[in-house]
């Protein structure tokens, strides 16, 4: 299929810089940008083209670290910090997925309000439960996001409703790997889920780290989260130099696959040290890390380093889906930092905006997360958002969006090239 879109594009070049280009057109083909200029080119002048007048045109958001079975309890036990929401909510709520019915009802509800927020790529923590795990692996197949998923892992410090016998875990984690992979190409793929160090004993991880070589995928997890799970991580496992360091002799950085390590807000040294050595997303969900009070990472100065950052919504400890709602919280908490420890730790808007599109995207495909020749076209059309008898400039539009707008503004997603309806989509994955 070839196509054009005219609009005013948003894409980011770097950390630093966006390229805002006035009434452009984007030429699309079979899915991919083929071209992108500030008048159609004249070989394509029989072309449809679908005029979004002075609408925005930006790339989709990527959400490196969300909770899919949290989906109910957003919003829920907000008062609480970590230990105790993870106890008294998360738990709980959680192991109702062991019943299939509960996973058909809410995965559906999740995937629709992604797209509508304009996340089409994601990797997400599910639960324990094989049946429901593989419901929702299908479930994004058919949703066509791109997706890391898969198993979580759990046999330790977990209420005795909600853990496993490690090896079971690893034999039913195998056979997850073994029956899902290639099922959607690139678009969903498995990755492992160790919940975070205080929920694994060695013995599981060990039986993962062995998965990780055996099927050559990655691993999602928290690192690092807040003082406490740092402190608790070190107690548990004091024969290991680090957080990260545990999960590097267990083997399960080995793999191809991305490496997600979520929150990453106090890493020591050796967690630094791993870090690098194996290019891990260190992923940044400032509105969860305020709600469970775990800190705020300090983005510019591992931005900086040369570390990899992108962004997430941690929902149920993030409340908001909106990966442009996270860079609004993502400004704010880096000034609240900066205000605290009086230093330089202040982002930007462009700063935000790439994390949540080009470094996000990177880890799902090369070619995902701008608006440039090669890309493919997963895409946002941004409107109502100017006043009468005011104008704003294309960028503080944008900024708009981030702070005050919400799904409605999105008046057009594509991706693949496509135009997706999310509730046409949630109306076939309810069929599943
Ligand atoms: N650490 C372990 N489990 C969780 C979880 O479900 N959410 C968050 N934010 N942190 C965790
Ligand atoms: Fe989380």
Redesign the pocket.
């Known amino acids: 299929m070839l196509f054009a879109c005219k609009a005013t594009l948003i894409s980011p070049v770097s950390f630093e810089e966006f390229s805002v280009r006035k009434d452009h057109c984007i030429v699309v083909r079979d899915g991919i940008i083929e071209t992108v200029a500030a008048k159609l080119p004249e070989e394509y002048k029989d072309i449809p083209v679908r005029d979004y007048g002075d609408a925005l045109l930006i790339p989709a958001f990527s959400d490196l670290h969300i ?1 899919a079975p ?1 989906y109910v309890q957003r919003g829920v036990g907000m008062d609480k910090l ?1 230990f105790d929401w ?1 106890n008294d909510y ?1 738990f709980p709520q959680e192991a109702g997925f062991r019943d299939i019915t509960y996973a058909r009802a809410v995965y559906p509800q999740l995937i629709r309000d992604m797209l509508k927020h304009g996340t089409f790529h994601a990797a997400f ?1 599910t639960t324990i439960h094989y049946d429901a795990c593989d419901l929702f692996y299908r479930m994004l197949g058919e949703s066509g996001m791109y997706a890391y998923t898969g198993k979580i892992n759990m046999d330790s410090n977990s209420p005795d409703y909600y853990v496993e016998d490690p090896e079971e875990s690893i034999a039913e984690t195998e056979r997850f790997l073994a029956e899902h992979d290639g099922l959607y190409g690139e678009h969903v793929r498995s990755i492992l889920i160790p ?2 160090a ?2 694994c004993s060695e013995k599981l991880l060990k039986g993962l780290g062995e998965l990780a070589g055996k099927y050559d995928v990655g691993v999602h997890t ?1 690192v690092v ?1 807040s003082k406490a ?1 740092a402190a608790w991580s070190r107690e548990l496992f004091p024969q290991y130099a680090s957080d990260s360091d545990i999960y590097e002799q267990c083997g399960l950085l080995q793999g191809k696959g991305p490496k997600i390590f ?2 990453v807000i106090f890493p020591t040294k050796d967690d630094e040290r791993v870090l690098k050595k194996y290019n891990c997303v260190s992923v940044h ?1 400032p509105i ?1 890390t305020n709600n ?1 009070t ?1 800190g705020i990472m300090a983005v510019k100065k591992m931005q900086n380093e040369g570390f990899r950052i992108a962004l997430g919504s ?1 929902v ?2 993030g409340h908001r889906f909106g990966i442009y709602d996270v860079m609004a919280n993502a400004v704010q908490s880096s000034k609240l930092r900066a205000f605290y420890l009086d230093d330089d730790s202040r982002l930007s808007l462009a700063n935000t905006f790439y994390l949540a599109t080009a470094a996000g995207g990177n880890v799902f495909a090369e070619n995902i997360g701008k608006l440039e020749k090669g890309y493919r076209f997963n895409a946002l059309v941004l409107d109502g958002l100017q006043d009468e008898g005011h104008e704003l400039t294309p960028v503080e539009t944008l900024e708009r969006f981030c702070y005050c707008g919400d799904d409605r503004n999105i008046t057009a997603r594509y991706l693949d090239g496509k135009e997706i309806d999310p509730e046409e989509i949630y109306t076939r994955l309810k069929r599943l």
């Open positions: 909770h949290q970590l993870l998360t923590f919940r975070f205080p929920t928290h989260e799970e979520a929150h969900c969860s469970i775990a941690d149920g400890g």
